[in-house]
């Protein structure tokens, strides 16, 4: 299996079997976004503990496959971690996505690496990229905004 396929393996599980779709019950934080050219809908919900460690996350929406893989990749990974690393994950992926360079984190672990990477081929789609980035635009703006809709097309 070369690389193309394995990423294409990583997202297609994701997209059926999305981890963390669910109204987490805990939450204490949430964010709506919307990305309007694709009709994707994506609503966060964490649980941000008193030192900004996110403690809980989870996600509802509907959309395309590349948008709710996304999402729940971005679950996945950043749960359980403080916010400031979550951030700077979020920041290296938006890079990856749209500037095509690689991932510079290195607490990453192989997996989770792997896993974000399985989007990298959405760089040569302009239009994909808004999916690929709603959710994570979303999260910040659930930990940082207040309670705004983010919008893909503002
Ligand atoms: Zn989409």
């Known amino acids: 299996m070369d690389i193309k396929e394995l990423y294409q393996e990583i997202i297609l599980d994701h997209g059926k079997n999305p981890r963390n779709k669910n109204i987490c019950k805990d939450f204490n934080k949430d964010a709506k976004g919307h990305n309007p050219l694709c009709g994707d809908k994506v609503h966060i919900f964490l649980k941000l503990s008193n030192e900004k460690k996110l403690e809980n996350i989870s996600f509802e929406g509907e959309g395309c496959a590349i948008s709710m893989a996304s999402a729940s990749i971005m679950t996945e990974i950043i749960k359980g971690k403080q916010f400031n690393i979550a951030k700077?994950?979020?920041?290296?992926?938006?890079?990856m996505i749209k500037e095509g360079s690689?991932?510079?984190?290195?607490?990453?672990?192989?997996?989770?690496?792997?896993?974000?990477?399985?989007?990298?081929?959405?760089?040569?789609?302009?239009?994909r990229v808004k999916c690929a980035t709603l959710a994570w635009h979303t999260f910040i703006e659930a930990v940082e905004g207040n309670k705004k809709i983010v919008n893909t097309e503002n």
């Open 102 to 127: 690689k991932l510079n984190m290195n607490s990453l672990s192989d997996t989770e690496n792997m896993t974000m990477m399985s989007l990298s081929g959405v760089k040569r789609f302009p239009m």
């Open 88 to 95: 700077k994950i979020q920041e290296d992926f938006l890079n």
